[in-house]
């Protein structure tokens, strides 16, 4: 993953609070007099361009039009965002489904509102020089990987249905940031990453063409990112149900018009990744909304069918112990309708 520094300047709020706790409790009043409940939204990562549709939303008064005075706060990682969702810590949670599974599976109390992003942007990446057109073509090259995380538990099922052993493949054990920096340098053939977030990123760097083998297109799809919430968002039922609501529409405003949902990012990050970059990963992140039981339905719109396939590879791939029913982990009540 790429290097997204400490988080300044995130979009200024337009409305005075009248009341704030630590998890960003309370309420605020509109310029319009309208009473709205002050809502904190931590993020998966510092703000790259999977997230212009919040900014969006919040620049639209989208969230404002269903109550919400939201606050989005930066994330130190999908694991770290669902344990403080869990903990209460912050309203509601930006974060990937494997946290989320492994989360419940430790007995955290938090539960997914609707995964947007329901194809899986996992994926290898690599320069278009490389010659590499086919998984088969993956075999004696070594690839930079970090031990543990979604992408490395997952890879050697990918691996298996395309013909190939672990041993075919050497996986490089990589600290997060310096996946990119061991494909540039030429230490790596490739790396496992987003073809959402570091593939535009090392693009923009090299200024070299960057290819893609997607798990999605070679046999492999399971759930990505997505809005989380714990138990105490939870029993507010008519806040969580808003919040999915609003995301959802922000969603549908932001793939509407990508560029000014781009645009409205704008002082989110001193860090912020180049336009042209955002811009890339706001386009490819748009191609991830739905599977093909969820074509024609609303961002985040969920089916049941997605979720136990998403909770079978995970156990499969030893990060899920203890499968549980998909409703210990969705709360299909609270998800976006449409």
């Known amino acids: 993953m790429h290097v997204r520094r400490v988080l300044t300047g995130l979009v200024p709020l337009l409305l005075v609070a009248t009341a ?12 319009s007099g309208k009473k709205l409940d002050k809502v904190t939204l931590t ?8 997230h212009a549709p919040f900014y969006y939303g919040k620049q639209q008064k989208i969230f404002e039009k269903h109550g919400i005075d939201l606050e989005i706060r930066a994330g130190q990682g999908s694991q770290k965002t669902v344990q403080a969702t869990g903990a209460g810590q912050t309203d509601f949670g930006w974060a990937d489904t494997p946290a989320l599974l492994g989360g419940v599976d430790q007995g955290i109390k938090v539960k997914s509102l609707g995964v947007f992003l329901q194809t899986t942007p996992s994926s290898v990446q690599f320069f278009e020089a490389q010659g590499i057109k ?13 031990a543990g995380d979604a992408l490395s538990k997952t890879f050697p099922i990918f691996l298996e249905k395309n013909g190939l052993n672990e ?3 050497k996986v490089q054990n990589t600290d997060p940031a310096g996946k990119i920096a061991a494909v540039i340098s030429g230490k790596t053939d490739a790396l496992l990453g987003y073809a959402s977030d570091q593939g535009p990123t090392m693009q923009n760097k090299a200024g070299k063409e960057v290819s893609y083998l997607r798990f999605s297109e070679h046999g492999l799809n399971f759930y990505s990112n997505g809005l989380i ?22 969603w549908t405003a932001a793939e509407k018009a990508p560029d000014p949902a781009v645009a409205a990012m704008d002082g989110a990050s001193e860090q912020l990744p180049p336009k042209e ?14 599977t093909d039981a969820t074509k024609g339905r609303a961002p985040g719109a969920n089916a049941e069918a997605d979720w136990k396939q998403t909770i079978d590879v995970f156990t499969e791939a030893g990060l899920v ?5 998909v409703g210990d982990y969705w709360a299909a009540d609270a998800a976006p309708k449409g």
């Open 321 to 325: 112990r203890n499968a549980k029913p």
């Open 167 to 169: 041993s075919d493949v």
């Open 43 to 50: 993020l998966n990562w510092y703000p790259y361009g999977e």
């Open 134 to 146: 086919t998984p088969a073509d993956l075999k004696g090259r070594t690839i930079a990987g970090t």
């Open 229 to 250: 919430a714990g138990t105490k968002t939870l029993a507010r039922a008519d806040l969580a149900q808003r919040m999915a609501q609003a995301v959802s529409e922000s």
């Open 277 to 290: 970059v955002l811009g890339e990963q706001l386009r490819t992140t748009l191609t991830l909304l739905h």
């Open 20 to 31: 704030c706790g630590e998890d960003g409790s309370g309420s605020t009043t509109s310029d």
